[in-house]
């Protein structure tokens, strides 16, 4: 399955069936066998009947969709626990907030089904050689290769079409099913060779229970969608007009759509040539709208418009969405019902746990290490106000004072003993409160600021409180924190002043 029409460069596989390549292989066997062109028209061309995508599933009685592209998790983190889909891991950012101090990724590929688990598609890869017939022997300098979906896989998708054909063209309906069972079609590319056999067996669906639609909901693509505009454009933008709606009031909420766009021209195989050039929303892609006081009439009407669909090329697999939001917000217990009943963690287990653990306070640390530096930055700048130090002169804690905690915090990794090092003791690193009369004459910690109340206190008592506040509200280890924030205060020399800083 080409995923684009280059003829030239490395060969690439969707990791899907389009629909479109089931119509074209059900057209090459039936086309010529219908009676006349309007039965031609309604099967083919009309949008009648729909051949929807096939998505990689693990059961065949089950639909699967593109993971939604508002999914994101956080980085060196995974989201999938097993094969299961971990909401604990993964944030849907239309519904939530993400904390401004963890870095997301976007999912952008993979497939989920109602029960939440993920598919990914199986690929391999075919190395071939042209061969000259006129010798038999290969061709020089003509070795190429396929990207290929691996044998054995089930892919799952959806043929629906209108009430009115099945009433009024029964016949029709039945041919196209009698092919789809009877016969063993051949799809993409090199299927004259060795490629491109499917086996196709029918399941009805049952009725999906749809929730209805409300003040705010959402649309999310199941495949690719082509719009046209209210002059019959190609565009992007979903509006009320684009989606075939007379509503005015449906309005779009950018902060909580997803989109992702692209452009192609499909080959049409019947013809020899490339059709028009087709802007598509991708599959994956999510819309929110908000409907501004629509009587409960209305969003119904809303509601069985889009059920069948938006947009052009519906026949081929476009168009398909769902106003369903089950596979998006499916429940957590569902989602990891099939976490270990051990009761007792494994060895292996806690080493995950604890290598989780790491990756995610190492995505907050520099966040965590600038924020304490820019306060130390304030605290440096009030105290040279307070002692009227000119930037020529040096005040506070300077690069050498830094130094010493920095080795002390590569030194020790247990948090109490480094606290009780840095501050505690006969001979602390840095006097304060009962052991300041210890301190050496000219101890650059006993410069004074102010606190939050602004009292005079020790700039050495100051940083003692923030460091208590990290140990007891963060979850990044003291060792790894220090060490940051004292590598950027010897790089800034602070002690110095704003302006040569």
């Not at 490629?195 to 399941?203: D, V």
């Not at 021209?265 to 819309?287: C, H, M, P, W």
Request: hydrophobic letters at 35%.
């Amino acid at each position: 399955m080409s995923g684009s029409t280059n003829t030239t460069g490395e060969h690439h596989s969707l990791d899907y069936i389009p629909g479109s390549v089931l119509l074209g292989a059900i057209a090459a066997k039936l086309y010529a066998k219908l009676g006349d062109s309007h039965e031609q028209w309604q099967v083919f061309h009309s949008g009648k009947f729909r051949f929807g995508n096939c998505y990689p599933s693990t059961n065949a009685q089950q639909l699967s969709w593109p993971l939604p592209i508002s999914f994101h998790f956080p980085k060196n983190s995974s989201p999938v626990m097993g094969s299961k889909l971990d909401h604990s891991v993964v944030v849907d950012m239309r519904a939530n907030d993400a904390p401004q101090h963890i870095q997301f990724s976007q999912m952008r590929s993979g497939y989920v089904s109602s029960d939440g688990t993920v598919t990914q598609c199986e690929k391999s890869y075919q190395m071939k050689s042209a061969i000259d017939y006129s010798t038999g022997s290969v061709k020089s300098g003509q070795l190429f290769g396929y990207e290929t979906l691996a044998k054995g896989q089930v892919f799952t998708g959806k043929i629906s079409w209108d009430d009115d054909l099945e009433q009024t063209a029964p016949e029709l309906v039945t041919k196209v099913l009698k092919i789809l069972t009877d016969e063993t079609l051949r799809v993409g590319r090199a299927k004259g060779a060795e490629f491109g056999r499917l086996s196709i067996q029918l399941a009805e669906l049952p009725d999906s229970n749809q929730p209805n639609i409300s003040d705010t909901f959402s649309i999310q693509c199941i495949s690719d969608i082509a719009l046209k505009d209210q002059f019959g454009q190609p565009c992007y933008d979903i509006r009320w007009h684009h989606l075939g709606l007379d509503e005015h009031d449906l309005l779009p909420i950018p902060e909580k759509s997803f989109v992702r766009t692209r452009q192609y021209s499909a080959y049409n195989g019947a013809r020899q040539t490339y059709d028009q050039e087709r802007l598509v929303i991708e599959k994956g892609s999510v819309f929110t709208f908000s409907c501004n006081n629509l009587s409960s009439e209305k969003l119904v009407s809303i509601q069985r418009k889009l059920n069948s669909g938006i947009g052009l090329f519906r026949e081929s697999g476009l168009g398909e969405i769902s106003l369903d939001t089950y596979p998006i917000e499916t429940k957590q217990s569902n989602l990891i019902a099939e976490q270990s009943t051990q009761s007792e963690p494994s060895e292996l287990i806690n080493w995950l746990v604890k290598k989780a653990s790491a990756s995610a306070w190492k995505a907050i640390l520099p966040t965590l290490a600038e924020q304490l530096v820019s306060e130390l930055k304030k605290q440096y700048q009030t105290g040279r106000t307070l002692a009227s130090v000119g930037n020529d002169d040096t005040w506070g804690p300077n690069t050498h004072a830094w130094a010493a905690i920095l080795e002390q915090a590569k030194q020790i990794e247990d948090t109490p003993t480094l606290m009780n090092k840095l501050f505690s003791g006969n001979q602390p690193l840095i006097y304060v409160n009962e052991s300041i009369q210890k301190a050496k004459a000219g101890d650059a910690w006993q410069s004074e600021v102010l606190d939050e109340n602004g009292n005079f206190i020790s700039i050495a008592q100051w940083f003692k409180v923030e460091l208590t506040n990290h140990v007891e509200k963060s979850t990044v280890p003291l060792s790894p924190f220090l060490q940051r924030v004292s590598r950027i205060m010897m790089s800034e020399k602070f002690e110095y002043g704003v302006a040569q800083a």
